[in-house]
């Protein structure tokens, strides 16, 4: 038991760990890409092109409108569980699923988190960002053994998970909102400043 | 008493596996949103990273 309790950590951590590698190296490319691309004098007009995106998202995540999404509709390898070994296959479902847009993911909020990165343009906020995102994504796997008295509980746990979609669409607005109240706050701040 | 999870068949555990889903879904961004607020007071762009772990939380439900 403790045993596995051991190798439960070791996979988990090299989940995150793995994950959170490649979501820093998208951010800050993504960064660097905006900096180069966009210049830093049409930062507001930026700003504002993100803050109608965050409107344009939470429709789209409230189903107010229904467009499509550019992703990938991929999911990573289940496979590598079966062939390589569990701290194995862990580190690569962690590089795999931290590289964001090569897997598919459900709402619109990660394209709002891209424009930010990009209008920023500065590879440290771009790595900082897609990390947090990234440890806000792994954080369930820190936390299901507290959900669940045992594995054998997974499949109750994902068929709960399911049915509340609704809720977790809400969190996702949440989310939306509150980047949008920051983007606000700071573009009114850079104004009165400026 | 306490009620294990795999007492009573399968609607109590369904039950019972919902009622720790919304709480714990609800609390975890409820307190990002509150690290995120104090950390806006040092910098702005932190709250921005408030943000991405609630957008990358919510994310779960895809997994």
């Avoid at chain 1, 507001?44 to 429709?59: E, K, S, T």
């Avoid at chain 1, 920023?120 to 947090?132: H, I, K, N, Q, R």
Wanted: aromatic share 12%; proline share 4%; with cysteine.
């Amino acid at each position: 038991m403790a045993g596995e309790k051991k190798r439960w950590f070791i996979n988990v951590t090299a989940f995150t760990f793995a994950g959170a590698a490649t979501s820093g190296l998208v951010g800050a490319t993504l960064g660097g890409l905006g900096g180069w691309l966009y210049p830093k004098r049409s930062e507001a007009f930026g700003m504002m092109l993100v803050f109608a995106l965050v409107l344009l998202a939470a429709a789209r995540v409230l189903g107010w409108r229904s467009f499509a999404l550019p992703r990938i509709r991929r999911q990573t390898r289940e496979v590598w569980g079966k062939y390589l070994g569990s701290t194995t296959a862990a580190l690569l479902w962690g590089l795999d699923v931290g590289l964001t847009f090569t897997t598919r993911f459900t709402f619109a909020g990660v394209s709002v988190l891209t424009a930010l990165v990009l209008v920023y343009g500065d590879p440290a906020f771009g790595a900082l960002l897609f990390m947090t995102f990234w440890f806000g994504r792994a954080l369930p796997a820190w936390i299901a053994p507290l959900l669940m008295q045992d594995a054998n509980a997974t499949p109750y746990l994902l068929d709960a998970l399911d049915r509340r979609r609704r809720l977790f669409r809400q969190i996702n607005v949440a989310g939306l909102v509150w980047a949008g109240a920051v983007m606000l706050a700071s573009m009114t701040f850079s104004t009165s400043m400026g | 008493m306490t009620m294990s999870p795999h007492s009573g068949g399968t609607q109590p555990l369904q039950r019972i596996y919902e009622s720790r889903l919304r709480h714990v879904s609800v609390a975890v961004p409820a307190f990002a949103v509150c690290a995120g607020v104090l950390a806006s007071a040092v910098d702005l762009r932190f709250g921005l990273a408030g943000a991405a772990f609630v957008l990358g939380w919510s994310q779960l439900v895809g997994l």
